[in-house]
């Protein structure tokens, strides 16, 4: 198959890659390395981005910013960063990529724990991630060809304990392999319209 991968450089996106890379063709993309860069919160940007690339079987997505901060301190520019970032610039990765997938391809996006388990400071990063879930669910229905789509959802991963833990006390860091094996499973399954919860016990 032939794999992009958005974010791919990333904490979880370079675990992803380096698996997919042992038996697929990949390509790396994102905001400041890859082998296309972009901005997936420009639309515009979007669309240049799969012109440059062609056709693919399956896109992955392990980006995507938004704003943690106390509730009372986040301005309505601040809400725009999660919308226009994590939740339109995946939105617009199907919309627009969706005449770049070919027959029986895939997206896999990513959201995280926040969706169902959110913490302080995380309000508007929470608000994206149900968001997303939600648009997974509904737009399964629709995607033609045999289009498959699913989402992600991790919780504290091993490699970003250093940085997160103090967010999330008490969480049990998630170890990199079953992130990696949310992801095969979002590519290489037959589901479709799936929240891959890397927290459940399942």
């Known amino acids: 198959m032939k794999i992009l991968i958005v974010g791919g450089n990333g904490t979880i996106g370079k675990k992803v890659s380096a698996h997919f890379l042992k038996k697929h063709e990949v390509i790396i993309v994102g905001r400041n390395s890859g082998d296309v860069k972009f901005d997936m919160a420009d639309s515009q940007s979007v669309k240049e981005m799969f012109e440059k690339i062609g056709k693919v079987d399956a896109v992955v997505c392990t980006a995507g910013d938004a ?6 301190t986040l301005t309505e520019d601040d809400f725009y960063i999660g919308i226009k970032s994590k939740l339109m610039g995946q939105v617009n990765l199907v919309r627009i990529g969706k005449d770049y997938l070919n027959p029986g391809g895939s997206f896999t996006l990513s959201t995280g724990i926040l969706a169902d388990y959110p913490v302080r400071m995380t309000t508007s990063a929470a608000m994206v991630n149900g968001a997303i879930h939600s648009f997974v669910k509904a737009v399964c229905l629709e995607l033609g060809d045999g289009i498959r789509i699913n989402v992600v959802s991790s919780g504290l991963v091993e490699d970003a304990v250093d940085h997160y833990q103090a967010y999330f006390p008490g969480h049990n ?3 990199m392999t079953k992130v990696v094996n949310g992801f095969v499973k979002g590519v290489e399954g037959a589901a479709t319209g799936e929240i891959i919860r890397m927290y459940d016990n399942s």
């Open 67 to 72: 704003k943690w901060a106390e509730f009372d």
């Open 173 to 175: 860091p998630i170890p």
